[in-house]
């Protein structure tokens, strides 16, 4: 069982930068790839970022490369999304993401979800 918190969420205006955290509980954090994924008013939950397990590898959505970075602290049982450059269509609830062994990269195939955390971007 993975029970995951995610902070770090505001109001931020367009071209800045938050940094999202999501803290994880449980001894058997390492074994789960984690993601980040967020959902408009409207729209469907869409994938934002993923990491394996180890660190070694990352994924991201088209529109977000080069703009985020998703990275780990297995020690400390937290992943984190640094988001810079935000644009006013970022603004969404963003939820951190585990699923044992593979990254998530679809909705269907995540084990857990945390609660999410609002991010607005202003224009």
């Known amino acids: 069982q993975v029970q995951l918190v995610e902070s770090g969420g505001g109001l931020v205006q367009a071209g800045g930068s938050l940094r999202l955290s999501c803290a994880a509980s449980?001894?058997?954090?390492?074994?789960?790839?984690m993601g980040w994924f967020r959902q408009a008013p409207g729209k469907e939950r869409e994938f934002v970022a993923g990491?394996?397990?180890?660190?070694?590898?990352?994924v991201y959505a088209d529109s977000v490369k080069g703009r985020f970075t998703i990275s780990r602290d297995n020690a400390k049982k937290t992943v984190y999304l640094q988001s810079n450059i935000l644009k006013p269509e970022d603004t969404a609830v963003y939820y951190c993401?585990?699923?044992?062994?593979?990254?998530?990269?679809?909705?269907?195939?995540?084990?857990?979800w945390g609660q999410g955390t609002q991010v607005t971007v202003s224009s």
């Open positions: 449980g001894r058997t954090f390492s074994r789960y790839a």
């Open positions: 990491i394996s397990w180890s660190g070694s590898s990352t």
């Open positions: 993401a585990a699923r044992e062994r593979a990254i998530p990269v679809v909705s269907r195939d995540v084990d857990y």
